[in-house]
């Protein structure tokens, strides 16, 4: 079974820097599997920050990276707000079908 | 800016279907896509399956195959789900994701399904 992986939780200082990363249990990820990272706040519908690896939506606040870290892909949080607290979640398709990551809470604190 | 509509709050008892709506505020139906997604409180987002705006090209989650059905309306911009055999564990909410060209887009608000005897 397909598992895709990412930290439990994280903590940042308002201001500071983190990155999340998303590994598959397949191998490598590469742009092959459509990575994305979808952002979740409780009472609230999900949002696509980041496809392909790297492209931001036209909503996606600039502060938000993604990348490829070595086999891994990555979400960067540069200058964190208060308001990033939330679920982070990776996203990765193979062939025919999408799977999640576990997720990652991000506090902010 | 595009926005999805989903239908209402839903009450099933166990055993029965229910058939969730989504309807696109803009849409071109030719390259739009619609995956749909769960999530439960305390869980990651669980991927239902993908229709192609046409139904030309349809995906289910292996786990789901047998109990979904994924259907569109050109004429009316409408992306629905279908699940049968509602079990409690079905309990979720339900998202439409406007996904096409393996980008994901747009969320609709959620529908809440709860199964309950």
């Known amino acids: 079974q397909t598992v895709v992986t990412q930290e439990p939780s994280l903590t940042v200082s308002p201001g500071g820097t983190v990155t999340l990363t998303c590994a598959s249990t397949?191998?490598?990820?590469?742009?092959?599997?459509?990575p994305h990272w979808i952002q979740r706040k409780p009472g609230q519908p999900p949002t696509t920050l980041i496809y392909s690896i790297t492209n931001r939506h036209s909503w996606t606040p600039a502060r938000f990276s993604g990348s490829l870290l070595g086999d891994k892909v990555a979400l960067t949080l540069s200058g964190v707000q208060p308001e990033d607290e939330a679920d982070y979640y990776c996203?990765?398709?193979?062939?025919?079908?999408?799977?999640f990551g576990g997720g990652t809470r991000l506090t902010v604190l | 800016q595009v926005q999805l509509v989903q239908s209402g709050t839903e009450v099933r008892t166990p055993g029965a279907s229910v058939k969730v709506s989504c309807k696109v505020s803009?849409?071109?139906?030719?390259?739009?896509?619609f995956s749909w997604v769960r999530q439960t409180p305390g869980q990651g987002p669980e991927w239902l399956g993908h229709i192609s705006g046409h139904a030309d090209n349809i995906d289910y989650e292996e786990k789901f195959q047998d109990r979904v059905t994924m259907t569109t309306d050109t004429s009316t911009g409408t992306a629905y789900m279908e699940l049968r055999s509602l079990r409690s564990d079905d309990t979720a909410i339900y998202f439409c994701?406007?996904?096409?060209?393996?980008?994901?887009?747009?969320w609709g608000q959620g529908t809440l399904v709860t199964v309950s005897s």
């Open positions: 996203l990765l398709y193979y062939g025919g079908a999408w799977v």
């Open positions: 803009v849409y071109t139906f030719t390259n739009d896509g």
């Open positions: 397949t191998g490598p990820v590469t742009s092959g599997y459509h």
């Open positions: 994701v406007r996904d096409s060209n393996f980008i994901w887009a747009y």
